[in-house]
């Protein structure tokens, strides 16, 4: 028999639970089991929704992703204390408008004189996806139209920092999906995300695919565990810029490009490498475009502002991540509300050889083409992420695409192009150079299927 006390607990328990869990907020539990278990039914019963009905939910999702847009562009700034509202709101935008769904699963046929045989495109199954704290939401979205419309299903251990607005994202992903008229719990998370929960959710048999945004620890963790991985690291994207360039666009185009979200697009120019007979006519036409040109000593007092040395290395200070560059100049003394800090360093200088997701690039002078392509390389550090380039030489543009064996390379534009931002081609936030999928699409969340028919539906 149960005591009166007993049962006021319990009910105080479910209530919370209720209010925590699948009633407040779609698709987060409390315990990565509980989400595993409601995850593994919703994918049973998705196995048997269509296509047509698959785009449904993704049509519902882009709607309610724009709608609410400029909330959780809101919500992740003010969580994570990075990025800029007006570009969150965009990212969003783009994420919505720009990301594939079901059309990106083109099967392929071969006919001939045996017959016909089709390759398929078919799901993973439940797929576990890690996001970083720099596109939380962004990341969810995006990795849910991409994974929905390959036919599975999804569960999120996102980073702890920016969990809430993480979670917020995969509610609405849920949201829609009733709407849309789809299963309970097709994308889940947990309330608390940890590495414990993290290490539960990539050892769950339940989980048929692994796939994480992120620094290189977590590539590396994913790449270890033994299961079919997508790994989408870090980067530290140099732009070059050569004499032949449109310099007063060149300019405009860094700026835009280096001080999108403050920076924290792991394709964001980093550190940019100009000819000297036109570093100077670069940086007006910057200083034009909104960037505030640091000198002297002021260079060595940001340095100690936003990296933290140890043993002659640095690394970055993570609560300076993503901040307002007006921030850091309040921080050294100057009141100036620009959007962006330039300023010239030698090529060792840790601006350039640290990725560090601020809105900050260190200016290389370099002599020609040559000078400018080793350096590039050695900033990139091999990650083969991003690189960038404002020229107008063919053989410039080649030579460097050829060195820097990057996933993405954008030339003459600012680098937000390379995802789809006034350049051609599909949106993502998961760009995945050590595994090779690159900028990930539904395609890259299934696995083919060959069907072969012999002597049969071979019709000429
Ligand atoms: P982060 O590496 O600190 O965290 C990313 C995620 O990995 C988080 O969910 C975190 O909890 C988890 N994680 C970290 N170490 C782990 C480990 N050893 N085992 C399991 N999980 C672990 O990255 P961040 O600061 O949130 O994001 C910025 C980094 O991500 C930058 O390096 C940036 O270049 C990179 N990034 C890459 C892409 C891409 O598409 N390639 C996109 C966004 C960000």
């Known amino acids: 028999m149960l005591n009166e006390q007993k049962i006021s607990e319990i009910v105080e328990s479910v209530i919370s639970g209720m209010q925590k869990g699948n009633k407040k907020q779609l698709g987060i539990f409390d315990s990565m089991t509980d989400a595993l278990?409601?995850?593994?039914?919703?994918?049973?019963?998705?196995?048997?929704?269509?296509?047509?009905?698959?785009?449904?939910?993704?049509?519902?999702?882009?709607?309610?992703?724009?709608?609410?847009?400029?909330?959780?562009?809101?919500?992740?700034?003010?969580?994570?204390?990075?990025?800029?509202?007006?570009?969150?709101?965009?990212?969003?935008?783009?994420?919505?408008?720009?990301?594939?769904?079901?059309?990106?699963?083109?099967?392929?046929?071969?006919?001939?004189?045996?017959?016909?045989?089709?390759?398929?495109m078919a799901p993973y199954g439940v797929i576990g996806s890690i996001?970083?704290?720099?596109?939380?939401?962004?990341?969810?979205?995006?990795?849910?139209?991409?994974?929905?419309?390959?036919?599975?299903?999804?569960?999120?251990?996102?980073?702890?920092?920016?969990?809430?607005?993480?979670?917020?994202?995969?509610?609405?992903?849920?949201?829609?999906?009733?709407?849309?008229?789809?299963?309970?719990?097709?994308?889940?998370?947990?309330?608390?995300?940890?590495?414990?929960?993290?290490?539960?959710?990539?050892?769950?048999?339940?989980?048929?695919?692994?796939?994480?945004?992120?620094?290189?620890?977590?590539?590396?963790?994913?790449?270890?565990?033994?299961?079919?991985?997508?790994?989408?690291?870090?980067?530290?994207?140099?732009?070059i810029v050569d004499d032949t360039a449109d310099i007063a666009k060149a300019g405009r185009d860094i700026v835009n490009g280096a001080s999108f979200d403050n920076n924290l697009p792991c394709i964001a120019e980093k550190e940019c490498f100009a000819f000297s007979n036109i570093t100077d006519d670069l940086i007006q036409s910057m200083v034009k475009a909104g960037a505030y040109i640091l000198k002297g000593e002021k260079i060595e007092q940001l340095k100690k502002v936003c990296l933290i040395e140890k043993d002659g290395k640095y690394s970055i200070n993570k609560k300076w991540v993503g901040r307002d560059a007006s921030k850091f100049l309040k921080e050294i003394g100057i009141d100036a509300d620009n959007k962006l800090i330039i300023c010239e360093t030698e090529e060792m200088h840790p601006f350039v050889q640290v990725e560090m997701m601020m809105p900050i690039l260190a200016i290389v002078r370099v002599n020609n083409i040559d000078e400018a392509i080793e350096?590039?390389?050695?900033?990139?550090?091999?990650?083969?992420?991003?690189?960038?380039?404002?020229?107008?030489?063919?053989?410039?543009?080649?030579?460097?695409?050829?060195?820097?064996?990057?996933?993405?390379?954008?030339?003459?534009?600012?680098?937000?192009?390379?995802?789809?931002?006034?350049?051609?081609?599909?949106?993502?936030?998961?760009?995945?150079?050590?595994?090779?999928?690159?900028?990930?699409?539904?395609?890259?969340f299934t696995r083919q299927r060959r069907c072969v028919l012999v002597d049969g539906l071979h019709i000429v």
Do not use: W
């Not at 278990?37 to 992703?65: D, G, P």
């Not at 849309?180 to 719990?185: Q, S, T, V």
């Open 37 to 120: 278990t409601a995850v593994e039914e919703a994918y049973r019963q998705y196995r048997r929704y269509s296509v047509e009905q698959r785009e449904k939910i993704i049509a519902a999702i882009r709607k309610l992703t724009l709608e609410e847009a400029e909330k959780m562009a809101e919500l992740g700034v003010k969580e994570t204390g990075m990025g800029r509202v007006v570009d969150k709101t965009i990212k969003h935008q783009l994420v919505a408008n720009k990301t594939p769904g079901t059309e990106d699963l083109q099967p392929r046929v071969y006919t001939g004189d045996d017959g016909m045989t089709l390759i398929e």
């Open 131 to 239: 996001t970083p704290s720099t596109n939380p939401s962004e990341t969810v979205l995006c990795n849910s139209i991409g994974m929905i419309a390959g036919g599975n299903a999804v569960v999120f251990n996102p980073h702890p920092n920016a969990k809430e607005t993480a979670n917020y994202a995969v509610d609405l992903v849920n949201r829609a999906i009733l709407e849309a008229g789809g299963p309970e719990n097709l994308v889940v998370s947990v309330e608390n995300p940890t590495q414990e929960s993290s290490r539960e959710m990539m050892q769950s048999p339940i989980v048929r695919m692994l796939v994480a945004t992120g620094g290189p620890g977590v590539v590396k963790a994913l790449l270890s565990s033994g299961k079919k991985a997508i790994g989408a690291g870090a980067g530290n994207p140099p732009v």
């Open 375 to 444: 350096k590039a390389c050695r900033a990139e550090h091999g990650n083969r992420h991003s690189a960038h380039i404002h020229s107008k030489n063919i053989d410039n543009l080649t030579k460097f695409a050829r060195a820097v064996e990057t996933t993405i390379f954008v030339k003459n534009a600012p680098s937000y192009a390379g995802i789809g931002a006034g350049g051609e081609g599909h949106t993502t936030f998961t760009i995945a150079g050590p595994t090779g999928e690159g900028l990930t699409s539904a395609r890259s």
